[in-house]
C-alpha cells in the first residue's frame, strides 16, 4: 500500500468511527433526555442513591459540554442537547437536594458531602482490569452489613459526628473493604469505600495495616483488584441471563469502574443492553412491570431482596436506585465515545 493509499484509508476509517460514534451518542442523549425529564417528574420522591446517580450525570455532561471534540453540524447539535440536559439537571438537582434533607436529615447530613457535585472527579487516563487478579472462588454471602458499610463511609467523609474528623479508618472498616472474595454489592461497596477516601483525599486509608501479605498493596492496587473482580461478575451475568436484580449490579459496576477509569467496561454491546432496559414511557430503569413482562412475578421477588442501601421502589413501579446508577453509567460511556479518540482504546465489542 503506498503512502497516499494508507493516507485515504486511515481518512476512511476515521470518517467512519466518528459517523459511527456519532450514532451512539444520538442514543446515549436520546435515553438521557427520557431520564432527566423522569428525574424532573420524581425528584422529591427519587432516593439519596438515586440522587447521586444524577448529580454524577451532571458532572459527566458538564465536562463533556466543556472538552466536545468535533465541531460538525451534527456534533455541534448533539453538544447542544447535552447543554441543555445539564441546565435541566442543575435547575432540579437543587430541589431534590432540598427534598432529601426535608425527608431523611439523619442520612442526608451523613451523606451531604457527596451530594455535592465538586465532590466528584472524573478519570483522565483510562486503564484496563488485569483478568489474573479474578479470585478463585467467592464467598456464598455478602461480606458486609449495612449499618457497618455506611459507618466506614462516614468515618471518611467526617460526617460520623458534627464537625467530625474525616478520613477515620478503624481496623473492623479496614479489614471488611480489603478482604477478598467478596462477590455482588460487597465488592461494588469495597471499590466505593476507596474512591470516596481517594476524593475526600484520604491519603493514609491503608497505614495500620499490618498483615504483611498485604505491605505492598496500594488503594489503585485494590482498585485494580476490585474491578477486575467486577468485570468477571459482569461476564458471568451475561453469560448466565439477565433477571432484574442481576441487570442492577451490572449497571452498577460499569458506572463505578468506569469513574475509577478502566475503559474495558464500556463495552458497546453492554450499553445496547442497557439502552433496552429504559422504560420507553416513562424514562426510569428497573421498572416491576417490564420485569414482571421479561422474566415472570416469581423473580420480582428477589429484586427486593437486593442489599442495596434504602432502594425505593416508586409508586410508578420503577427503581430509584437503579435508575440512578443507569443515567450515570451512560453519562460515563458518553465522555468516553467523546474523548477516546485513540482507535485502539475504542470500547471492546
Known amino acids: 500500500m503506498t503512502s497516499n493509499h494508507l493516507l485515504i484509508f486511515l481518512i476512511l476509517l476515521s470518517f467512519t468511527i466518528h459517523a459511527s460514534h456519532q450514532e451512539i451518542i444520538d442514543d446515549i442523549l436520546g435515553s438521557l433526555s427520557k431520564g432527566v425529564t423522569f428525574f424532573e417528574k420524581q425528584f422529591r420522591n427519587i432516593n439519596l442513591d ?26 455541534l ?9 445539564a441546565r435541566r439537571l442543575d435547575r432540579c438537582i437543587s430541589h431534590a437536594v432540598r427534598a432529601l434533607r426535608e425527608t431523611d436529615p439523619k442520612y442526608f447530613r451523613e451523606f451531604e458531602p457527596i451530594l455535592d457535585s465538586s465532590f466528584w472527579t472524573l478519570p483522565r487516563d483510562w486503564s484496563s ?3 489474573s487478579l479474578v479470585y ?3 464467598k456464598s454471602a455478602e461480606c458486609y452489613d449495612e449499618q457497618l458499610s455506611d459507618k466506614c463511609m462516614t468515618l471518611l467523609l467526617g460526617t460520623w ?5 474525616p478520613c477515620i479508618v478503624t481496623k473492623s ?18 471499590l466505593l469505600y476507596f474512591m470516596i477516601g481517594t476524593m475526600k483525599g484520604c491519603s493514609k486509608m491503608l497505614k495500620g495495616d499490618m498483615r504483611q501479605s498485604r505491605i505492598n498493596t496500594t488503594v489503585d492496587h485494590y482498585q485494580r483488584i476490585f474491578c477486575s473482580n467486577m468485570m468477571q461478575s459482569n461476564e458471568d451475568i451475561v453469560k448466565n441471563g439477565f433477571t432484574g436484580q442481576t441487570q442492577d449490579i451490572f449497571i452498577e459496576n460499569i458506572l463505578l469502574c468506569g469513574l475509577a477509569g478502566f475503559s474495558d467496561f464500556y463495552k458497546s454491546d453492554w450499553l445496547q443492553n442497557i439502552l433496552t432496559w429504559q422504560d420507553r414511557e416513562v424514562g426510569c430503569f428497573g421498572k416491576e412491570d417490564d420485569f414482571a ?6 423473580l420480582l421477588e428477589s429484586v427486593h431482596r437486593r442489599v442495596k442501601r434504602r432502594e425505593k421502589t416508586l409508586t410508578d413501579g420503577c427503581s430509584s436506585h437503579m435508575t440512578g446508577v443507569a443515567v450515570s453509567a451512560l453519562g460515563g460511556y458518553l465522555n468516553f465515545y ?10 471492546l465489542t
Open 50 to 75: 438515586g440522587v447521586v446517580g444524577y448529580i454524577i450525570l451532571h458532572v459527566q455532561l458538564q465536562e463533556a459540554t466543556q472538552s466536545w471534540p468535533y465541531s460538525d453540524f451534527i456534533s
Open 77 to 85: 447539535s448533539q453538544r447542544a442537547t447535552a447543554v441543555s440536559l
Open 129 to 131: 482490569t488485569d483478568p
Open 136 to 138: 478463585s472462588s467467592l
Open 161 to 165: 459526628k458534627d464537625n467530625g474528623t
Open 173 to 190: 472498616c479496614r479489614d471488611t473493604m480489603t478482604q477478598f472474595g467478596c462477590p455482588h454489592y460487597s465488592l461494588s461497596h469495597q
Open 293 to 298: 413482562k421479561i422474566f415472570g412475578e416469581e
Open 338 to 347: 467523546l474523548t477516546e479518540q485513540d482507535i485502539t482504546k475504542r470500547p
